[in-house]
């Protein structure tokens, strides 16, 4: 067997262990979460309207639904499954979407490894791997955000099938990226973006003629196109649908408060530096470091090669990779979008800035240098044990990880930046209150996200549960803390939902509640 055999065989090997971790830790996980603040509306005015129109139940929803330009094809294909199986309760139903929608990040934290271990190698795909996958933030969203976590998958998984057509030059594989273009194109409008980034990468990285290389690029085109009419339902009533998409999207206002370094500031009025911050003090900071570093590698490389004048094939996926990145990211911001809720919103561009950081390992590992060799492979090891153990450490709480840059604790970073934007430890403060009383428990709150997280509990636990708008007569009273409001000094310090002296949470116990009568037990 010669070498390459045999990494081939230690990339399949590895590819299949990861496979197996990511289901023991599906397994171990699920039910560990609770629902964010836009699971359910998207379940229904968005799953449910197109699921309904596709049928032919309802007709005339859709058009003039309010979502209907918010991306469907994930969530029809939720709510499909959820419409089949009528015998699910909906506690099953959320736990199949929390299911599916790890699923497919475990298929793209699959397909990422299976890019780099072949454009780098075997411990630079791994190391980084765990740098996207294993990340705080993403592995935090990666059950019950199926719009950003999905738009990520798809993104990872049409670039993995580019790799492999630049590579080997076959048709099937060109395919493949196209229809996952159309998919993540379905997701998100920003999909586009890929579309455009492929339609210039790929004439370039074909061999052939130029008949062949225009060839190429054409059918990127129609097949992502086809694919994108299939899966958006509103187009059948009318393909101009999808200008109106685009003019919407960009026309789109959030004009409620953001807390922001300390201040409360209206959305649109948020700076260009919101996004940069953002991901710069919620991302490890080895991870970023990697990436500038492999930024840097890949520009004097991508210069040298140029200079010597045949094209490399690796260069191009290189090149379609920055697009992807640091270009789209750079595009974003020039264009200046409301944003808000961290930077969600852009997390599809996250595995492709740490694409550098695998770069970088790569040109370390690689180097003449012994001492570079060692930094190279400490620096990796130490990136992917350093995001792991966050991850571990958060539990079930990664959707708030600060590093240093933010501030000292936690509960200091509350006072500068949104923690628990979508109230998604709803969960636990509602699984608290209903530990420390036996019987009925009356919650107080107009919060969405409290109501809606007792839809995923057991049926003993939310038949349990009553809700009030006011505190009259309530046991508790639940908020979640968003648009730079301060925790409530009241809140209960066991019942609270608190890490690191931050209050994600806050449930106060009330007068006569049945907290007082059970003495609190928990």
């Known amino acids: 067997m010669d070498d390459r055999s045999k990494t081939s065989l230690a990339t399949r090997f590895t590819a299949f262990g990861l496979l197996i971790l990511a289901g023991i830790v599906a397994f171990l996980a699920i039910d560990d979460y609770g629902l964010n603040f836009d699971e359910n509306l998207q379940r229904i005015n968005n799953g449910q309207v197109n699921w309904n129109y596709v049928i032919g139940v309802d007709r005339k929803t859709l058009p003039i639904s309010f979502s209907r330009y918010y991306g469907p094809f994930f969530e029809l294909i939720l709510y499909a499954a959820e419409a089949l199986n009528p015998s699910w ?7 199949v979407r929390h299911a599916a929608t790890f699923a497919l990040f475990g298929l793209a934290g699959l397909a990422f490894f299976a890019t780099l271990a072949s454009r780098f190698n075997l411990l630079v ?9 294993a990340a705080p933030r993403m592995f935090g969203d990666s059950f019950h955000n199926s719009k950003d976590i999905v738009f990520l998958g798809f993104a990872v998984i049409e670039a993995y099938f580019l790799w492999l057509a630049i590579q080997r030059q076959r048709l099937a594989f060109l395919i493949a990226h196209s229809i996952f273009l159309g998919f993540a194109f379905s997701v998100r409008v920003l999909g586009i973006g890929f579309i455009a980034s492929s339609l210039l990468i790929v004439p370039w990285a074909t061999v052939g003629s130029g008949y062949r290389k225009a060839a190429a690029g054409l059918l990127v085109l129609l097949v992502s196109s086809a694919t994108t009419y299939l899966c958006w339902p509103v187009l ?8 109106r998409a685009f003019e919407e ?24 530096s919101y996004l940069p911050t953002w991901i710069a003090i919620s991302t490890p900071p080895l991870t970023l470091l990697l990436s500038f570093l492999g930024l840097a ?24 990779m920055l697009g992807n990145g640091y270009l789209f990211l750079g595009l974003i911001l020039w264009l200046k979008p409301v944003v808000y809720d961290g930077w969600r919103h852009v997390f599809f561009v996250f595995p492709f800035l740490v694409y550098f950081g695998a770069y970088a390992l790569f040109r370390m590992i690689g180097h003449a240098s012994a001492l570079l060799r060692w930094v190279g492979r400490t620096a990796g090891i130490a990136g992917a044990v350093v995001t792991v153990y966050a991850s571990v450490v958060l539990h079930p709480h ?15 970073v509350q006072r500068r930046y949104e923690i628990d934007y979508w109230g998604v430890s709803a ?17 107080a709150t107009r919060e969405r996200p409290i109501l809606e997280n007792s839809l995923i509990l ?24 968003r648009d730079g409001v301060m925790p409530d000094l009241r809140d209960h310090p066991t019942l609270s939902v608190m890490v690191d002296g931050a209050t994600l949470i806050g449930v106060r116990v009330l007068d006569g509640s049945c907290f007082h009568a059970n003495r609190g037990g928990l």
Not at 89 to 95: A, M, N, P, Q
Not at 125 to 133: Q, R
Request: hydrophobic share 45%; aromatic share 14%; glycine share 8%.
């Open 89 to 95: 309760d909906i506690r099953t139903v959320f736990l």
């Open 125 to 133: 795909g791994l190391c980084a791997t765990l740098m996207v996958f």
């Open 236 to 243: 059948w009533d009318d393909p101009a649908h999808l200008i």
């Open 249 to 272: 999207m960009g026309a789109f206002r959030f004009n409620n408060f953001v807390l922001f370094g300390g201040e409360r500031i209206r959305a649109p009025d948020l700076p260009v």
């Open 297 to 320: 590698f890949f520009f004097r490389d991508g210069f040298e090669a140029l200079r010597r004048g045949p094209r490399d094939r690796r260069l191009c996926f290189d090149a379609a």
């Open 398 to 412: 990664q959707n708030v990880y600060f590093n240093f840059l933010a501030g000292p604790t936690l509960g200091a």
């Open 427 to 443: 969960r636990q403060a509602l699984e608290r209150v209903l530990r420390s009383c036996p019987g009925r428990v009356v919650v």
């Open 458 to 481: 057991p049926a003993e636990q939310a038949a349990r549960l009553r809700y009030s708008p006011t505190a009259v007569k309530a046991d508790f009273q639940i908020q979640m803390y």
